[in-house]
């Protein structure tokens, strides 16, 4: 069940029930807030996630021309926001060396 790590750790198997590690503090890690209940990376998301009792909120960060930082994964507001259905629809452009 167990092998011998680096430096003699004692490391368990994948097939070791994880209930049964007897050190082992598990983290709740989350990368877009909770999404099943807002949507992903928004500040209802995030906070949502917080008050669920995660321990990480894993947020990619991005910049506004102003400076102002918010959380998103990819700069391509057009698949990951809808945007393109708002008043704001008539100014996005897409930078072809940014787009992925």
């Given at each position: 069940m167990y092998s011998q790590?680096?430096?003699g750790?004692?490391?368990?198997h994948d097939s070791f029930p994880i209930c049964?590690?007897?050190?082992?503090?598990?983290?709740?890690?989350?990368s877009e807030g909770a999404s099943g209940d807002y949507p992903g990376?928004?500040?209802l998301a995030y906070t949502k996630a917080?008050?669920?009792?995660?321990?990480?909120?894993?947020?990619?960060?991005?910049?506004?021309?102003e400076g102002i930082p918010f959380c998103l994964v990819s700069i391509?507001?057009?698949?990951?926001?809808?945007?393109?259905q708002s008043p704001f629809s008539n100014i996005a452009s897409?930078?072809?060396?940014?787009h992925n």
């Open positions: 790590g680096i430096g750790d004692i490391i368990p049964c590690w007897p050190t082992a503090k598990l983290l709740i890690i989350t990376w928004s500040d917080a008050s669920d009792g995660a321990d990480i909120l894993d947020c990619s960060v991005q910049m506004t021309k391509n507001l057009i698949d990951k926001t809808t945007v393109s897409t930078v072809p060396e940014q």
